[in-house]
């Protein structure tokens, strides 16, 4: 768990970054996306236990909830329901595949901020077909292991009934991956998104409710893009593992 100091050090942090937001008028969205551990702990390994019944994360959105004007989005109940119609992460991978990016973008959709943001509404499910068939597994995990025989996983994939419109451009490779989305079928509607790698297999979803998605792989906050774009919303997706790895800090203010 976080000692006292560092976890008031990411509520701190996130308060600031709303309160930026709040004075321009953009709403802010937190989605924290939960290891594939906490979702299947009963596959990992008999020799490693847990260290206390409260997690990073679960101290986190607690702290968080108490803060006004600041939607946390939390998918782990969701998640758990999901998968007993489907598997929610691969098998071979760290990450959650479709279907887990599914259902945690339909909850992120239902926020009030995006209805005010001009999105479209939240996700249908019978706009998509769920299909799950074997297949070889390449995730990062089965990467790790480095085996010289094939795994098998299965491979979940949901495909819109109708064609999608979205228009996708990579911008230039810089300090972060950029990634701008277009749906000419939305009249309104402009978000930005600071991500790590659980947010791209939510992406296609996602950016069928916004008139333009931008998409920034970065985990700090990028105050002078969003000073340039004037997004109606800003997302900041993390995955659980990060309240480990990153010492949360925010930039100079423009």
């Known amino acids: 768990p976080f ?24 709403p802010y969205v937190v989605l924290l996306a939960p290891d594939k551990t906490t979702l299947y702990p ?20 607690e702290a968080l909830h108490g803060v006004e ?42 926020s009030p901020e995006f209805a005010a943001s001009g999105a479209q509404g939240p996700l249908d499910r019978k706009d998509y077909e769920l299909e799950v068939r074997a297949t070889r597994g390449w995730g990062d995990l089965a990467t790790l292991l480095d085996s010289p025989w094939p795994f098998v996983d299965d491979s ?10 979205i228009r ?3 911008g230039p490779r810089t300090a972060q ?14 978000a930005l998104v600071l991500h790590d790698s659980f947010f791209l297999p939510m992406l296609p979803f996602f950016a069928e ?12 906050f990028d105050a002078e893009r969003i000073s ?21 800090s925010n930039p100079d203010w423009p």
């Open 3 to 26: 000692h006292a100091d560092e976890l008031a050090t990411w509520v701190h942090v996130i308060r600031e970054r709303r309160d930026w937001l709040a004075r321009r008028g953009i």
């Open 228 to 248: 340039r774009d004037r997004p109606d919303v800003v997302v900041q997706q993390l995955v659980e593992r990060t309240l480990v790895s990153l010492q949360p």
């Open 177 to 190: 991956l950029v990634r701008r989305l277009e749906n000419p079928h939305r009249e309104r509607g402009r």
């Open 168 to 170: 996708l451009r990579i």
């Open 156 to 165: 979940v994939r949901l495909t819109p009934r109708e064609p999608s419109q």
């Open 42 to 61: 009963e596959y990992l390994p008999r020799s490693v236990g847990k260290t206390g019944n409260t997690t990073r994360l679960d101290q986190l959105i």
């Open 69 to 110: 004007g600041l939607s946390v989005i939390d998918p782990r109940d969701r998640l758990r329901e999901a998968a007993a119609t489907a598997p929610t992460y691969s098998q071979t991978d760290s990450h959650w595949n479709a279907w887990g990016a599914f259902v945690a973008c339909s909850q992120l959709l239902e």
């Open 209 to 220: 409710r916004f008139r333009e998605t931008t998409c920034v792989a970065y985990r700090e």
